[in-house]
């Protein structure tokens, strides 16, 4: 990879700008950025940024990422639409599918070359994980450039079907949120037993990142590790059947599902712009 051009210099085109040249020193960047202290930012950082959309932004681009919010996706997009000339073009705009997008490119959807993906806010400290869709048409090497563009923040998991992209925003990317609703729970819970707020703090997050790293490294499901720190009568075991009674294992699928289909709710809706 040699050129990338980032279409929004906000937090995620800065996430993955700073991964990118980590891993890849030469790489030319170049960002289209209409907010001027923005683009100071993004100059001093080295570089290269346009007040507009242009040729010379797109020109020789291995990839052109779409990085605005969904909201202005379509301006930006019949924006850069005169400057393209078949450049792959890699979208992390949550909700727009890619036949909006090319149709808004003035691309024939069949023919051109998008990705579109689904990242997460750890991605913002490079341990992101981002859900990609390629058509089947496309070629292994664009669906490889625009995985190792993702993998500036983090893994990387290939979906078949561009309808699983409201699946993956649904488990990953809303799934943070789930996480830190659970952290503000434990922490309540733990400060409701006794503790100050930083400990309170070092302890939730200490067990989630230990657990969390546990069931990495082990070979064993969830369920066994779960079941080996539950003693029959114990500790666990008491806490555990409160969590059962009241439901949480089925409130998070069922919040899943939610998410999953309120994303094709909006998806569909902006099919229609
Ligand atoms: N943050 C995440 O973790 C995350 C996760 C999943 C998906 N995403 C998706 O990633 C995309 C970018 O998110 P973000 O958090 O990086 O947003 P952001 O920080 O708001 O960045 C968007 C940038 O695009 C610029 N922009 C606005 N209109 C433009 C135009 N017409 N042409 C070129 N640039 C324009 C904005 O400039 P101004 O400041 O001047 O408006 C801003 O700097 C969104 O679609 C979001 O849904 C983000």
Known sequence: MNKVCFVGGGNMANAMLSGLRRQ???????????????????????????????????????????????????????????????????????????ASIARWLGADSGAARIVRTMPNTPALIGQGITGLYAPEALAEADVATATALMRSTGAVVRV?????????????????????????????????VGFDDADARTLVLATLKGATALAEASDETPAVLRERVTSKGGTTAAALAVIEARGVREALIDAVRAARDRGAELGAASDGD
Not at 27 to 47: D, K, N, Q
Not at 166 to 176: E, K, L, Q, W, Y
């Open 24 to 98: 890849l020193p030469t790489l030319s960047c170049h960002v289209i950025e209409p907010f001027a202290l923005a683009r100071e930012r993004l100059a001093s950082l080295g570089v290269t940024v346009h007040e507009s959309a242009c040729r010379e932004a797109v020109q020789g681009a291995d990839a052109v990422v779409l990085a605005v919010k969904p909201q202005v996706l379509r301006e930006a997009c019949a924006a850069l639409r005169p400057h393209l000339t078949g450049e792959l073009i890699v979208s992390i705009a949550a909700g727009a599918r890619i």
């Open 160 to 192: 078949a079907d561009e309808a699983m992209i409201d699946a993956v925003t649904a488990v990953s990317g809303s799934g943070p949120a789930y996480v830190f609703h659970w952290i503000e729970s434990m922490l309540a819970a733990a400060k409701g």
